[in-house]
């Protein structure tokens, strides 16, 4: 969604009640908002999805589907779960409130609604949607692959094009989640934790929480990887041969010269010698010596983490 903020904005409201519906409507309009409505959450699903609206007033208690389970549908759609949703509820009860937040939604106003303070929460939410539109623009100009998830709820809030490639064939739906919610654990602890790798045949690809907020969004950055390009990676960094950067490559996933000689249909001698010429070719005399320098060429980065 390209944000222009000069723009009129896109307000789709959920009420059962035409009343309410048409003051809002009158208000929303006379302020310079394109408006939306839809009178229960079957409709209001179907009009989130195609009109992408810039935000989501939703009635609370609706009959039929109700303003919770709507939101819980919009938030588990990829299409329309970036749509903040404002609750509109009569109810002040504290568990109401909480429910609400549980369902996904974004922020909440009292019935009877005020038409300001709804401008005022409309305004807020579009300013927020506008830097992180923003922030998703220069990411997918330079080609990274990042996500952004939500710790709550453990779900992908917004992706770069290149993470939705990266991630298609692989099963992200359990194990993403799972590691989130065990790296935000480990966060609250002032822990590292591990990044996330996922297997597809000789193919790799990792998660990596770049940026943690507790109560917004978890920015991850992607990286796919496989032997046969850090195998052609290490030739170039080092002037090795093919056997010499399959040895090394196997070396920086921990495996022994026992290990890497069954893989490699080769004697542990000759791992051994093979692994005396890559030491002089990288001017190293030990093992951990030589995973730690490849690890920095493959990755980047001289904090020395495990390639898995």
Known sequence: MNFNPAAPGIVLVVDDVPENLAVLHDALDESGYTVL???????????????????VLLDAMMPGMDGFE??????????TRHIPVVFMTGLTESEHVVAAFEAGGNDYVTKPVRTSEVMARIAAHRQTARLMDQARSALDAFGNAVIAMSPQHGKIVWQ??????????????????????ATQEAHARGQ??????????????????????????????????????Q?????????????????????????TNRDIGEILGTSPRTVNKHLEHVFVKLGVETRTSAAALAITKLHGT???????
């Not at 045949?201 to 390009?229: H, K, N, P």
């Open 37 to 55: 409505v839809a009178n229960g959450g079957e409709v209001a699903l179907i009009r989130a999805a195609e009109a992408q609206p810039d935000i």
């Open 70 to 79: 709507t939101c819980r549908r919009l938030k588990a759609n990829l299409a």
């Open 160 to 181: 770069t094009p290149l993470a939705r490639t990266l991630m298609q064939g692989y099963a992200v739906e359990k194990e993403l989640p799972e590691w989130l919610a």
């Open 192 to 229: 590292a934790h591990p990044p996330l790798t996922l297997l597809r045949g000789a193919r790799r690809l990792i998660f990596s929480a770049a940026e943690y907020s507790e109560d917004e969004q978890w920015m991850i950055v992607l990286r796919e990887e496989s032997d046969t390009a």
């Open 231 to 255: 195998i052609e990676k290490l030739m170039a960094a080092f002037k090795l041969t093919q056997r010499e950067s399959e040895v090394l490559n196997w070396l920086v996933k921990g495996k």
């Open 302 to 308: 001289g904090r020395g983490e495990e390639v898995v």
